[in-house]
């Protein structure tokens, strides 16, 4: 028979208040992950990187913590261990704010439902979503002592009449400018929390562009934590770096890391004995509220992530500026940096032209379609003819001026002659230009109109720059006219806008691809360096637009950039023909029409619409 002693202490122990446990601590005892969500379901173990973030989510010293990372490190699996320490442990009001309301009901479907589902000490503690009841729904949950609100970034009701303890922002750079008419999302968040002096805000995100990237911007404000992992050969202390990875002969089974002190070639199968031995260090002053943190793929334990992995996925990159910026963001936790696109030197342009092996006016074997950009001056013609192939390989093939005003007919008759005449290919085929695209956005907009509606069946458009972000590079057309006093109105030709800085940005990238192929620019080497003065003669500048940062193109002082306009019309041209023709088909059946099989007859590609015009020779 127990003891009055004993029984008194078994009742006591009810009001004993739990252990109290850091955030790793708690998910080493008490976390699982779900299969949903999960490469493996089953028992979580807190990775060494981990630990020094999770660890400073429940440090009261601390009221704010930056993540700056890359995929494959957990960091959704630490927001959810956050919550769930919450509504186990510590319950008060929390606010999770994902870039959109449809981010925030999926992540309440495949994280929060199935971490409630499967983590033992949480179960009974939530009730189930229910449309009938508010107080549980798929964006609100409630439990003993606290709430859960689940919003997008894109909403500003979410925001409003509500106090949070706990804010959560994931995917900050992922949210749209603003929310509503109300403001930063960030700042509407942060101020959610001012009652509470023991407030947390945790804020984490790949990042995307420089000068635009909230996270950048938030991780430099912190103190900027590295995660410090020793050399297996000399102990010096670094953290890992891009520049610091080596391998041999374009082989990526060859990577290694090299010690930044001792030289000594690491080898992957050391990762996970560097990890364990890291530490988390600041790089930079704080005040000990504020803590950021840095971390990249290259500690990651994912079988994908191997340096092997990394190195092979930065070879399958690096020729493609989009792809590029993917792999800086997404691997490297790193911003991009726009500049390192449009920091291209006309020298070094003419340096790689000397050592094309082309001619001027003769079309290499691999082009399978011929385009012209024309740009309209006061007194003359400028024009670039491209040749483009598979994967949007390109050649210059000729660059001229056609002196005259294009007021008159006898400067457009030049342009008729330029139109008419083939240009003889390497092998000994004639092709014909397929697109010509004039800028009708100068002094002689009439007379473009009028050249562009006479010769349309000949591929001749009309085009409009458009200095819009996001605008595609060739977009749908609207119609115009001359009435007799040479005026335009709305009604019968055609104009096509032309997404001119999504061009821009587009080709930028591909001039600094260092190997042929697809997306090269390849230029003829008698081209001459003033055509690339020219070419490289704007560059993106930050302007900010009702408080907001922008990026616009802007001339280099007084410096002529029509053989950069040239090239954007006629790549805008090209577009024009993924308009006409299948794209996915498009380059299988220009190498028909160009060399048809032997035995069969040259046929013309065949176009989405009846109308068709002669694209070759």
Not at 107 to 116: H, Q
Not at 462 to 475: E, H, N, Q, R, Y
Not at 545 to 552: E, F, L, M, S, T
């Amino acid at each position: 028979m127990a003891s009055i002693e004993s029984v008194a202490c078994s009742a006591l122990g009810a009001f004993k208040p739990p252990e109290k446990l850091s955030l790793s601590e708690w998910a080493d005892r008490y976390a699982y992950l779900s299969v949903e969500s999960s490469a493996e379901g089953g028992r979580w173990r807190t990775l060494p990187y981990q630990k020094g973030i999770m660890d400073a989510i429940t440090d009261p010293k601390i009221e704010q913590i930056t993540l700056m990372k890359s995929a494959r490190v957990g960091y959704s699996k630490i927001l959810n261990h956050t919550i769930a320490f919450h509504i186990h442990q510590d319950p008060c009001p929390i606010m999770l704010v994902q870039p959109t309301i449809e981010d925030a009901q999926g992540y309440s479907k495949e994280e929060i439902a199935p971490m409630l589902r499967d983590t033992p000490c949480l179960r009974g503690l939530v009730s189930e979503a229910k449309a009938k009841d508010g107080a549980n729904t798929i964006l609100q949950k409630q439990f003993p002592g606290g709430t859960l609100s689940m919003v997008g970034a894109n909403s500003p009701r979410g925001f409003r009449r509500v106090s949070r303890r706990i804010v959560l922002f994931d995917e900050t750079d992922g949210y749209p400018q603003s929310a509503g008419a109300e403001g930063d999302q960030i700042k509407l968040g942060i101020r959610r929390t001012e009652y509470y002096w023991n407030r947390t805000i945790v804020a984490g995100s790949t990042p995307t562009i420089k000068d635009f990237s909230r996270i950048e911007k938030m991780f430099l404000q912190g103190d900027q934590r590295r995660y410090f992992v020793p050399c297996p050969d000399c102990g010096h202390m670094q953290y890992l770096k891009w520049t610091s990875m080596r391998w041999t002969d374009g082989d990526p089974s060859t990577a290694a890391y090299c010690c930044e002190a001792c030289g000594v070639m690491i080898p992957h199968a050391k990762k996970r004995w560097m990890v364990e031995r890291g530490e988390w260090r600041p790089t930079a002053p704080g005040n000990g509220k504020h803590v950021s943190f840095h971390i990249w793929a290259a500690y990651s334990y994912s079988p994908n992530a191997t340096w092997s992995n990394l190195v092979e996925e930065f070879l399958d990159a690096k020729n493609d500026a989009e792809q590029l910026k993917t792999f800086v963001n997404t691997v490297l936790g790193e911003v991009w940096e726009d500049e390192y696109a449009s920091k291209i030197g006309a020298e070094a342009l003419a340096e790689r032209a000397s050592q094309e092996d082309y001619e001027h006016l003769v079309v290499p074997s691999q082009v399978l379609a011929l385009t012209i950009g024309c740009d309209v001056q006061d007194d003359r013609l400028s024009l670039s003819v491209w040749g483009w192939g598979r994967d949007e390989e390109a050649w210059l093939i000729d660059r001229s001026k056609l002196y005259g005003d294009p007021a008159r007919a006898e400067v457009w008759q030049q342009l008729d002659e330029v139109m008419a005449k083939p240009f003889l290919t390497e092998d000994g085929l004639d092709m014909k230009i397929s697109i010509c695209a004039i800028d009708s956005g100068g002094h002689h907009t009439a007379e473009v109109y009028s050249y562009a509606r006479e010769r349309m069946a000949n591929g001749v458009i009309a085009i409009k720059g458009m200095s819009t972000k996001g605008k595609p590079p060739l977009g749908k057309p609207s119609k115009v006219d001359l009435n007799r006093k040479g005026q335009v109105v709305k009604k019968g030709a055609q104009v096509f806008p032309v997404g001119s800085d999504t061009v821009k940005s587009l080709l930028f990238g591909r001039l600094k691809h260092n190997e042929k192929g697809a997306g090269y620019l390849h230029f003829y080497p008698t081209v001459g360096t003033e055509y690339f003065e020219e070419l490289t003669a704007e560059k993106q500048v930050l302007r900010y637009k009702n408080g907001y940062p922008q990026r616009v193109w802007m001339k280099k002082s007084s410096a002529r950039n029509e053989a950069l306009d040239e090239l954007v019309y006629a790549y805008s041209a090209l577009h024009r023909l993924y308009q006409l023709y299948d794209r996915r088909t498009i380059w299988d059946q220009f190498e028909r029409a160009v060399r048809p099989i032997e035995g069969e007859p040259a046929a013309a590609p065949a176009r989405k619409s009846r109308k068709a015009f002669n694209v070759l020779g």
